[in-house]
């Protein structure tokens, strides 16, 4: 399996391969991925050429889509992916053995000429059947979030984007951050207007300007959500926008937030005593209480609905502030009910 930057470099002397898998759960990069090989291979204006087909029933369809005509060009891009969360369909690891075989034939007959696929998944069990066949058809790209020197080099990568130098402290404090690259590349944004010329950027000047008090205040959103407090935690939305922030700046601290529960939670179940490497101390005893009669399969489904909600508000699918609200309402009344059991 190949470095996600590795292969983003490799992308900038050659065609991307004819088909290509992405696997992880880290949507920004993922996207940066997606968008970065449609551009290649259609161009900039390529967002144009590309047919989305979801789970099994997209996977049945793909002889038709390499054959449909692009009004725009002659190349196209065709994404297959698992069906995104509230959407009707079936995992593509669902897949049976006779599903499997037509939908390999499929694949081996992609006209490559004109068509370039993308197969999008989250991590699956490297044992899985459909995992098997991916590894022989495809080239595989880990899009799961970066961790030590990955993210290290992600970090300078997106430094050196914006034209950056930064203070070591601030270098460090990145690199050791939970939060996510996605939060990281609009916080080089910013810092790259707000430096002035030939000066450093310092870490005062990304903590003013940045996710610092978004973050503090998402996980004060979240504590209440945990103690089913849903009107506070609508109140406290309500301050960040009334600070000018915009449900782009607040997903991604809030899907920093689950995911922190997410591994505390994942690694309490596991039998495993403390927390889970990379996530503070003073995280684990704040979380771990409130999620001791909270299932683990709860949590996930909370962190799809977030990531749902993360792709909506960045391809206006649907009205991500109102799916918002909705998390909120459904996920403060679960809570409420798991403090009255306890």
């Known amino acids: 399996m ?7 470099r490799e992308l900038k002397g050659a065609e991307p391969p004819s088909v290509v898998h992405l696997l992880g759960d880290d ?10 090989i449609v551009e290649t291979w259609c161009g900039e204006e390529g967002a144009s050429q590309v047919e989305r087909l979801a789970g099994v029933d997209g996977a049945r369809r793909l ?3 390499f054959g449909s005509f692009s009004l725009f060009g002659e190349r196209k891009a065709i994404l297959l992916s698992d069906p995104l969360p509230g959407e009707k369909g079936r995992s593509l690891s669902a897949m049976g053995e006779r599903q499997l075989q037509d939908f390999s034939e499929s694949v081996r007959a992609l006209p490559s000429d004109s068509n370039r696929l993308i197969v999008e998944t989250g991590s699956p069990k490297k044992t899985g059947a459909f995992h098997r066949l991916m590894a022989d058809l495809a080239v595989q790209v880990d899009t799961s979030p970066p961790t030590g020197g990955s993210r ?11 034209g950056l130098r930064l203070e070591t402290k601030l270098l460090e404090t990145l690199n050791a951050a939970g939060v996510s690259l996605g939060v990281l590349a609009a916080d080089m944004e910013k810092l790259a207007l707000a430096v002035d010329e030939g000066q450093e950027a310092s870490l005062e000047l990304w903590e003013s300007l940045t996710q610092a008090e978004p973050e503090a205040t998402v996980w ?3 504590d209440r959500l945990g103690r089913g407090q849903v009107g506070p935690a609508w109140a406290g939305l309500a301050a960040l926008e009334g600070q000018g922030l915009t449900i782009h700046e607040i997903l991604p601290s809030l899907l920093n937030w689950n995911q922190q529960r997410l591994r505390v939670r994942s690694f309490s179940v596991g039998g495993f005593q403390g927390g ?3 996530v503070h101390p003073f995280v684990v005893k704040k979380t771990a209480g409130g999620l001791s009669r909270t299932p683990l399969a709860e949590i996930r489904r909370e ?3 977030l990531l749902y909600l993360d792709r909506c508000s960045k391809q206006s699918w649907e009205n991500p502030r109102i799916l918002l609200d909705r998390f909120l309402v459904e996920a403060g009344s679960r809570a409420k009910g798991e403090w009255r059991k306890s």
């Open 2 to 8: 190949k470095d996600a930057l590795s292969f983003l």
């Open 27 to 36: 949507t920004w990069l993922r996207d940066t991925v997606r968008r970065r």
């Open 63 to 65: 002889d038709s889509a």
């Open 152 to 162: 290290r080099k992600w970090v300078e990568m997106l430094v050196r984007k914006e």
């Open 220 to 222: 004060e959103i979240g």
């Open 276 to 278: 889970p490497p990379g």
């Open 303 to 305: 962190q799809k609905s």
